[in-house]
Nanobody, 118 residues
Framework: QVQLRESGGGLVQAGGSLRLSCVASGYISSITAVGWYRQARGTQRELVARISSGGMRNYAESVKGRFTISRDYAKNTVYLQMNSLKPEDTAVYYC????????????WGQGTLVTVSS
């Protein structure tokens, strides 16, 4: 079973940027869609971005134009480039394999914490 590990979180000022990485322990086949999710304290986990096997991307309205999801098959890695960060982006970010509608399929990892200061 493929396991995914998130990294790249940290503390950044509002307006700054971070790039998150999601590395698979095994091979993410070309038919697997992957999503980035986040969970802020006291809220439910939400889908932030998703990339299909064919490279089609979907974003939550709150991050459109600021976040970019991409994947590198050779490195078994999916990235989330986050620009123009806002305090409301503060959350633990997770990656997971996903259905076409963004429903997570696998077990959740530990995630990576992103904190945006105002």
């Amino acid at each position: 079973q493929v396991q995914l590990r998130e990294s790249g979180g940290g503390l950044v000022q509002a307006g700054g940027s971070l790039r998150l990485s999601c590395v698979a322990s095994g091979y993410i086949s070309s038919i697997t869609a992957v999503g980035w999710y986040r969970q802020a304290r006291g809220t439910q986990r939400e889908l932030v971005a998703r990339i299909s096997s064919g490279g089609m991307r979907n974003y939550a309205e709150s991050v459109k134009g600021r976040f970019t999801i991409s994947r590198d098959y050779a490195k078994n890695t999916v990235y989330l480039q986050m620009n123009s960060l806002k305090p409301e982006d503060t959350a633990v970010y997770y990656c997971n394999t996903a259905t076409t509608t963004g429903i997570a399929l696998g077990a959740w990892g530990q995630g990576t914490l992103v904190t945006v200061s105002s």
